[in-house]
């Protein structure tokens, strides 16, 4: 469909999508430093929803565990910067790697569960992580209950173009140089061949697998990438925060992941940047609105949005588009 579309229309993404970086280069010369840092955090949540969407959006299979692999990814960074003294850009690919391991091997056995018995497997994960961290005879590496606290990096300049750059400033730029990577990394593997096989199992599984289709690796390499993407929001994660700790990572950041998600739009890209900027501001939003029961508020708004948006943001702005642009007559 989108091939008949005039060339002036196909361009419309691309100078939106060049528009947006513009803004979001400019954007930390324009806030104070705890709002750069928290938009620092809409981006590393943005990946991990990425990974979520790949796994139960592409895929059809449920994870309610995903914080798990967030804590791995954490922690993987965090051990390397305090007990090698690794710099943090390399501790990236290092959790990406541990993380894609953790979760192909967790994937393999999964593959016998379906469904909800898939979903209680790692919300089992997401339990027993937090608990594994503070376990004793782990704590020289985990640092227990405590947790590890790493050093903030520095920014490598102190201006940027003219203008002063700190070390928010420049992990948002760093965080957001890995988040274009992230992204690209998603759309080119959702737009190929392994995204169209993991929908043709999504959709119709036993068609598939006549097809030629390996129904169980894919299964499995989808589980594996989909922690990826989340091993290295959490590597993120632990960089901006510059502490790690087992309470951080209970069962209710997984839920918060699947909520991200769903609000942001399933089988969206773009539905990512929306479902984190849910997840990072509208708790703050309904705490501001009453200081007394917030988690009320915030049940309130996500049911609103579930009502006026059960395709999520994503679909709404999708729908919206549908609507403005000329019909052909």
């Known amino acids: 469909m989108s091939s008949n579309l005039p060339s002036h229309e196909k361009a419309i993404p691309w100078i939106w999508l060049v528009l947006g970086l513009l803004g979001a280069c400019a954007l930390p010369f324009f806030i104070t430093n705890y709002h750069v840092f928290q938009v620092s955090m809409v981006l590393t949540y943005a990946i991990a929803l990425v990974g979520l969407n790949i796994l139960i959006g592409y895929s059809g299979q449920i994870s309610l565990g995903h914080g798990a692999f967030l804590a791995i990814g954490a922690y993987t960074t965090a051990i390397l910067m305090d007990k ?41 994960l997401a339990v ?26 520095e920014a490598p300049w102190e201006t940027l173009f003219g203008l002063k750059l700190n070390s928010d400033r420049w992990l948002y730029f760093f965080t957001l140089a890995v988040t274009v990577v992230m992204f690209v990394i998603g759309w080119n593997l959702i737009r190929g061949r392994v995204g169209r096989a993991l929908i043709a199992i999504r959709d119709q599984p036993i068609a598939a697998a006549s097809m030629g289709i390996n129904t169980p690796m894919y299964k499995s390499l989808a589980f594996g990438v989909s922690a990826m993407f989340t091993g290295v929001a959490g590597a993120l994660s632990a960089i901006l925060v510059a502490f790690v700790a087992p309470d951080s990572f209970t069962v209710f950041l997984s839920i918060t992941l699947m909520v991200g998600m769903v609000i942001g739009g399933v089988t969206s890209l ?3 940047l929306y479902g984190a900027l849910f997840i ?50």
Request: hydrophobic share 55%; charged share 10%; aromatic share 12%.
């Open 84 to 124: 090698v003294d690794m710099p943090y850009w390399m501790t990236i690919p290092i959790a990406a790697a541990v993380c894609l391991v953790v979760g192909f091997l967790f994937g393999l056995p999964a593959l016998r569960l379906e469904g909800h018995y898939l979903a209680l497997a790692t919300f089992a």
């Open 270 to 272: 773009p539905g990512a």
């Open 128 to 153: 027993s992580l937090p608990q594994l961290l503070k376990f004793k005879h782990l704590e020289f590496l985990t640092g227990g209950v405590q947790g590890i606290v790493i050093m903030k990096p």
């Open 280 to 329: 990072q501001f509208v708790p703050n939003i309904a705490d501001q609105i009453s200081k007394a029961a917030p988690w009320a508020i915030y049940g309130v708004m996500l049911i609103l949005f579930m009502y006026t948006m059960p395709t999520g943001i994503a679909g709404l702005f999708r729908l919206i588009g549908q609507k403005l642009r000329p019909t052909n007559p």
